[in-house]
């Protein structure tokens, strides 16, 4: 396929009222190294730009860096990789009873910022403070413009309660972070995503490292080789059916 120009203004910013999803490719495609050790450290940069995000996500790559410590912007791919396959999906027995009588509403994409900031503020044990900042969120709310990053929210009497955020690829699903505020929120809203998500073809859920969280539904640690070798398959398989039309369909189904 030929290499196309990314469309930039005149300060050399992408262009995202011009920028066609499907059409992102490079001159020069922006290549990361593999990582020398089980660290997953592969690139250290200053900035975060669009089309190296977009890059390194086709490559298995992922910003993880801590912006309020004055961190450079660090580039992982670790060994293994925590992922969830179909045949692995579980739904715990207690999710699956509170689903059918759920007191919330479910959402996609309706204030995707939003949720990156409930994922923020969320107050996680065993952390101080959150590597989600400014930087991260400019250029992950880039992404979603460009029709790449998707978040899930959870209504409860007109209130944010819960949500999600990650980016889809093909049938690859990258999750990045998730938030509570009230019971089940997001556990319900991750069920629900996962079922549509993998109704429409989804073949692969990266979790990137282990989580309890993500245990629970069945995700399994692989090597950094068999994680490469499944997304350079899947990332070519666009999904068989609208995921969003799906997602609203297992809500009214549950």
């Keep these: 396929m030929e290499s196309e120009h990314i469309p930039v203004d005149k300060d050399g910013s992408i262009n995202l009222q011009t920028l066609d999803p499907d059409k992102i490719w490079y001159d020069e495609p922006l290549l990361f190294q593999k990582p020398e050790d089980r660290s997953g450290i592969c690139a250290v940069t200053e900035t975060l730009p669009l089309h190296l995000l ?87 709310c880039a992404l979603h413009k460009a029709g790449f990053a998707h978040s899930v929210e959870v209504w409860h009497n007109g209130e944010l309660a819960g949500g999600f955020y990650g980016e889809l690829f093909g049938s690859v699903f990258c999750g990045e972070s998730m938030f509570t505020k009230e019971s089940d929120s997001a556990k319900s809203a991750f069920v629900l995503f996962a079922r549509a998500f993998f109704a429409c073809g989804g073949k692969l859920i990266d979790s990137q490292v282990y989580t309890d969280n993500i245990a629970r539904y069945g995700a399994k640690n692989i090597s950094r080789d068999a994680f490469l070798r499944l997304e350079k398959e899947y990332l070519s398989k666009p999904l068989t059916a609208d995921i969003k039309k799906s997602f609203f369909s297992k809500q009214e189904n549950s």
């Design 54 to 140: 977009y890059s390194a996500y086709l490559q298995g790559v992922f910003p993880w860096f801590d912006e309020a410590e004055g961190e450079p912007v660090i580039w992982y791919n670790p060994d293994p990789r925590f992922c969830i396959q179909p045949e692995d999906f579980h739904v715990p027995k207690s999710i699956d009873r509170f689903l059918k009588h759920t007191p919330y509403t479910y959402t996609m994409d309706k204030c995707f910022e939003r949720v990156m900031e409930g994922c923020r503020d969320a107050k996680r044990e065993g952390q101080n403070g959150t590597w989600i900042g400014p930087k991260m969120i400019k250029a992950y």
